[in-house]
């Protein structure tokens, strides 16, 4: 259900210099959720796509070189968007220009929960496909273990925090894995819209959870 609070208009929670590359990208962990960003948008062969939340433009880029027509969406006017405005009022921002893919990543814990719903039943009004992530914080630990004639095979075990309140930090409101925030939870908000055909997350990069839908 949409929430009925009051959208207001706030604050920037990231200034655009956080998004500087040498300092942004540095961790290969975040490389590893460009190229899920990048292969999961173009295994679906859109002519359009539209990214929500702009970050440091790498992912936006990489879709255009690939010769798909791409246009941005975000809260920061800084960072010269195709579209302005806050990501819970969408639909309106783009009065009915409809997309193949819409890509929003690591963005809509952001927003609190209450909107998250209202959020993704818009997203389902402007585009045909839909792929965000979210951050997903149980605490990993990996065993690797090894085998004759066989790579190595890396084992991860989630310890998830669903007895532990997560506090808004000064950018999140909310991730995944902690109380309230169950991942059946999250999918059962998300399936009142869209059908998943993944979720994931890769080993590489533990944090981001994908859900790709339709």
């Known amino acids: 259900m949409e929430s009925k609070k009051t959208i207001k208009t706030t604050a920037v929670q990231v200034d655009s210099s ?23 948008t173009m295994s679906l062969k859109p002519e359009n ?3 929500v939340g702009i970050g440091d433009g790498i992912t936006g880029n990489i879709l255009s070189m690939q010769g798909i027509k791409v ?14 405005g806050n990501v819970a009022e969408i639909d309106k921002v783009l009065q009915g220009k409809h997309f193949d893919v819409l890509l929003c990543c690591q963005l809509l ?6 909107f998250f719903e209202g959020i993704l039943q818009k997203m389902k009004c402007v585009a045909d496909n839909v792929i965000i992530s979210l951050p997903y914080s ?8 090894k ?21 808004f930090n000064g950018e999140h409101y909310w ?25 994931f997350t890769a080993i590489n990069n533990r944090y981001h959870l994908f859900f790709v839908l339709k």
């Open 71 to 84: 246009s941005t969406f975000d809260f920061d006017e800084k960072l010269h968007p195709d579209f302005t």
């Open 109 to 114: 814990e952001h927003l609190p929960y209450d």
């Open 175 to 199: 991730e995944i894995g902690w109380k309230g925030y169950r991942k059946q939870k999250i999918r059962k908000s998300i399936e009142k819209y869209f059908s998943i055909t993944k979720c």
């Open 18 to 40: 956080h998004y500087d590359f040498a300092k942004y990208v540095k961790d290969i962990s975040r490389w590893n959720s460009y190229w899920h960003q990048i292969t999961e």
């Open 138 to 145: 149980p605490r990993n630990y990996y065993v690797s273990i």
């Open 49 to 51: 796509v539209l990214v």
């Open 147 to 167: 085998l004759p004639l066989l790579e190595n095979r890396k084992i991860n075990i989630d310890i998830h925090r669903y007895y532990s309140t997560f506090k």
